[in-house]
C-alpha cells in the first residue's frame, strides 16, 4: 500500500481491508502484524503516519515495537499506560479524535521538538480483544485532508477490531515460544546440575550412607557431595578410601541463578580437597572468593565434613548450615552441630580462624545433613513441619537403611504440607555407622 491524498473509493477501501485481513489472518509474526496494521492505518486513513502500542499488563506499559517515521533502533520504547493522548486512549478505552493537537493539553510537545516533525491531528484508537480487554492502542497522525471525521474513526475502529485479535494471537504464539524455550533452557540447566552431583556414592561395610536433593523449581539452590579420598585427595573407585568427605550447600533462592552459585561452592570444595588443603582452609578461601563474586544480597550456607574410615572422627566446618545433628543411639539424644561461622559470602576479616570441631561417631549413631526445605516445609496453615518431627522421625526409623530414611523424611515433608512439593529445595545426606 502507498498514502494517496485522493479519498479512497469504497471498493478500494473494501479491497484495502480484505486485504488487510488475509494478511493478518496468514502471519503470527508480531512484528509482521503491527507493520501490516500501520500501514492499513496510514494509507486508509489518508495519513502521514501510525503507530501501534501493545499493552504490557504486567508493567502496565504500552510499547512501541514499530511505528512510521521511527528508524536506526531496534529497541522498544516503553511508556506509562497513563500518559498523552495513547494513555489516556488505553484508559478510557475509547476513541480520541482530536483535531489540532497543539491546543490538547495531554499532547507531549517534546516529541515534536526533539524529532522535527510537526504534529497537527491526531487519531486514538483502543485495540480490545473480544472480551474487552485492553491489547494496545492504534493513533494516525496527520490526516492530509486536514482533520479526521466519523468515516475515518469508523473505519479506524474496523481495522482496530481485526488488528487486536491479530495482535491477541501473536502475543500468545510468542508467549508460548518463549515458555517453550525457556523449558528447553532450564531443562539443559537442570541437567548440567544433576550431572555434577555424584553418580556414585562410596561403599563401606561398616557404614550406610544416602543422599539425595529435590529441587522445589526445575533447579535448585541446594547442592550435595559425598566422596571417598585416600592420601589427601579424591580416589578412584577401586581404590581402598581412608576418609569420606561430605558437602552441603544451599544458596539464597531456589532457581538458575542460586544453582549456579551453588554449584560454584561445590566446585571450588572439591578443588579444595584436591589440592590437599584441610576443610578449615577450604573454607576460608571459599569465603574470600564467593565474597568477590557473589552480588550484594546473596550467600551460601555450607556445611563440610570428614570422616576418618580408621578412627571414626569426623572433622567439621559450617558456614551458617544448620541445624545439623548427630543422633546418639547408646543415648537415644540427638546432638546439634552448630555453626563455626556467618554464611559464605558476608564476612571476610576474621572468618573461621579456629580449628575444625571434631566428634566421634559411634556405632550406631546418625549424621543428619539436611536443609531447611525439610524443617521448615509449611502446611496450609503456614506451620512448619519442624526440627521436632523431622528428630522424631530420625528416632523410629534410627534401625532402618539411609535410603529409608531419606525416604520417610520426603514422604513427611510433603504429607505436613499437603502438597505435591515444598516451597524450598530438599536436600539430605544421612549417615549410619553399621559397626
Same mark, same amino acid.
Given at each position: 500500500? +502507498?498514502?494517496?491524498? +485522493?479519498?479512497?473509493?469504497?471498493? %478500494?477501501?473494501?479491497?484495502?481491508?480484505?486485504?488487510?485481513?488475509?494478511?493478518?489472518? *496468514?502471519?503470527?509474526?508480531?512484528?509482521?502484524?503491527?507493520?501490516?496494521? @500501520?500501514?492499513?492505518?496510514?494509507?486508509?486513513?489518508?495519513?502521514?503516519?501510525?503507530?501501534?502500542?501493545?499493552?504490557?499488563?504486567?508493567?502496565?506499559?504500552?510499547? @512501541?515495537?514499530?511505528?512510521?517515521?521511527?528508524?536506526?533502533?531496534?529497541?522498544?520504547?516503553?511508556?506509562?499506560?497513563?500518559?498523552?493522548?495513547?494513555?489516556?486512549?488505553?484508559?478510557?478505552?475509547?476513541?480520541?479524535? &482530536?483535531?489540532?493537537?497543539?491546543?490538547?493539553?495531554? =499532547?507531549?510537545?517534546?516529541?515534536?521538538?526533539?524529532?522535527?516533525?510537526?504534529?497537527?491531528?491526531?487519531?486514538?484508537?483502543?485495540?480490545?480483544?473480544?472480551?474487552?480487554?485492553?491489547?494496545?492502542?492504534?493513533?494516525?497522525?496527520?490526516?492530509?485532508?486536514?482533520? =479526521?471525521?466519523?468515516?475515518?474513526?469508523?473505519?479506524?475502529?474496523? @481495522?482496530?477490531?481485526?488488528?487486536?485479535?491479530?495482535?491477541?494471537?501473536?502475543?500468545?504464539?510468542?508467549?508460548?515460544?518463549?515458555?517453550?524455550?525457556?523449558?528447553?533452557?532450564?531443562?539443559?540447566?537442570?541437567?548440567?546440575?544433576?550431572?555434577?552431583?555424584?553418580?556414585?556414592?562410596?561403599?563401606?561395610?561398616? =557404614?550406610?550412607?544416602?543422599?539425595?536433593?529435590?529441587?522445589?523449581?526445575?533447579?535448585?539452590?541446594?547442592?550435595?557431595?559425598?566422596?571417598?579420598?585416600?592420601?589427601?585427595?579424591?580416589?578412584?573407585?577401586?581404590?581402598?578410601?581412608?576418609?569420606?568427605?561430605?558437602?552441603?550447600?544451599?544458596?539464597?533462592?531456589?532457581?538458575?541463578?542460586?544453582? &549456579?552459585?551453588?554449584?560454584?561452592?561445590?566446585?571450588?570444595?572439591?578443588?579444595?580437597?584436591?589440592?590437599?588443603?584441610? &576443610?578449615?582452609?577450604?573454607?576460608?578461601?571459599?569465603?574470600?572468593?564467593?565474597?568477590?563474586?557473589?552480588?550484594?544480597?546473596?550467600?551460601?550456607?555450607?556445611?563440610?565434613?570428614?570422616? %576418618?574410615?580408621?578412627?571414626? *572422627?569426623?572433622?567439621?566446618?559450617?558456614?551458617?548450615?544448620?541445624?545439623?545433628?548427630?543422633?546418639?543411639?547408646?543415648?537415644?539424644?540427638?546432638?546439634?552441630? *552448630?555453626?563455626?561461622?556467618?554464611?559464605?559470602?558476608?564476612?571476610?576479616?576474621?572468618?573461621?580462624?579456629?580449628?575444625?570441631?571434631?566428634?566421634?561417631?559411634?556405632?550406631? %549413631?546418625?549424621?543428619?545433613?539436611?536443609?531447611?526445605?525439610?524443617?521448615?516445609?509449611?502446611?496450609?496453615?503456614?506451620?512448619?513441619?519442624?526440627?521436632?518431627?523431622?528428630?522424631?522421625? &530420625?528416632?523410629?526409623?534410627?534401625?532402618?537403611?539411609?535410603?529409608?530414611?531419606? %525416604?520417610?523424611?520426603?514422604?513427611?515433608?510433603?504429607?505436613?504440607?499437603?502438597?505435591?512439593?515444598?516451597?524450598?529445595?530438599?536436600?539430605?545426606? @544421612?549417615?549410619?555407622?553399621?559397626?
Amino acid at each position: 500500500m +502507498s498514502g494517496s491524498s +485522493s479519498s479512497t473509493s469504497p471498493e %478500494d477501501a473494501l479491497r484495502q481491508l480484505l486485504g488487510l485481513s488475509k494478511t493478518l489472518g *496468514e502471519t503470527s509474526d508480531l512484528a509482521s502484524v503491527l507493520g501490516a496494521v @500501520i500501514n492499513a492505518l496510514r494509507d486508509l486513513l489518508h495519513a502521514d503516519r501510525a503507530t501501534v502500542f501493545t499493552f504490557d499488563s504486567r508493567t502496565e506499559e504500552l510499547v @512501541i515495537h514499530v511505528a512510521h517515521g521511527v528508524g536506526g533502533s531496534d529497541a522498544e520504547v516503553r511508556i506509562p499506560a497513563s500518559a498523552g493522548i495513547a494513555g489516556a486512549c488505553a484508559t478510557s478505552k475509547q476513541v480520541i479524535n &482530536i483535531p489540532d493537537a497543539y491546543s490538547d493539553q495531554r =499532547f507531549n510537545r517534546e516529541v515534536d521538538r526533539r524529532t522535527g516533525y510537526r504534529t497537527k491531528s491526531i487519531l486514538a484508537v483502543p485495540l480490545l480483544d473480544d472480551e474487552g480487554h485492553l491489547v494496545g492502542v492504534a493513533q494516525v497522525l496527520n490526516c492530509k485532508h486536514g482533520a =479526521f471525521d466519523q468515516a475515518d474513526e469508523m473505519l479506524a475502529q474496523g @481495522i482496530a477490531s481485526q488488528a487486536a485479535i491479530a495482535l491477541r494471537r501473536a502475543q500468545l504464539i510468542e508467549d508460548n515460544i518463549d515458555r517453550a524455550r525457556l523449558m528447553k533452557e532450564m531443562a539443559v540447566a537442570k541437567e548440567i546440575q544433576e550431572g555434577a552431583f555424584p553418580k556414585r556414592i562410596p561403599e563401606h561395610p561398616a =557404614f550406610d550412607v544416602f543422599a539425595r536433593s529435590t529441587p522445589a523449581e526445575d533447579c535448585g539452590g541446594d547442592s550435595f557431595d559425598v566422596f571417598a579420598t585416600r592420601a589427601k585427595t579424591i580416589c578412584a573407585t577401586n581404590e581402598a578410601a581412608d576418609h569420606i568427605v561430605m558437602f552441603l550447600a544451599d544458596a539464597t533462592g531456589h532457581g538458575v541463578g542460586p544453582a &549456579i552459585s551453588s554449584m560454584q561452592a561445590r566446585g571450588m570444595m572439591r578443588m579444595g580437597v584436591r589440592l590437599g588443603q584441610p &576443610i578449615d582452609q577450604i573454607a576460608r578461601d571459599m569465603n574470600v572468593q564467593l565474597s568477590e563474586d557473589l552480588p550484594p544480597g546473596r550467600f551460601i550456607t555450607a556445611f563440610m565434613a570428614v570422616l %576418618d574410615l580408621r578412627t571414626w *572422627e569426623l572433622q567439621v566446618n559450617s558456614a551458617g548450615q544448620g541445624p545439623i545433628y548427630i543422633y546418639r543411639r547408646a543415648t537415644d539424644t540427638f546432638e546439634e552441630i *552448630e555453626s563455626d561461622t556467618p554464611p559464605f559470602g558476608i564476612l571476610i576479616p576474621g572468618f573461621g580462624e579456629g580449628p575444625c570441631r571434631r566428634f566421634s561417631v559411634e556405632v550406631g %549413631d546418625i549424621l543428619v545433613l539436611i536443609t531447611d526445605g525439610y524443617f521448615e516445609a509449611q502446611s496450609p496453615l503456614n506451620e512448619c513441619w519442624g526440627e521436632g518431627a523431622v528428630c522424631a522421625l &530420625i528416632r523410629r526409623l534410627r534401625d532402618e537403611p539411609c535410603e529409608s530414611i531419606c %525416604d520417610a523424611l520426603d514422604e513427611g515433608a510433603l504429607s505436613f504440607a499437603q502438597a505435591a512439593h515444598t516451597d524450598d529445595d530438599r536436600t539430605a545426606i @544421612i549417615l549410619r555407622r553399621r559397626f
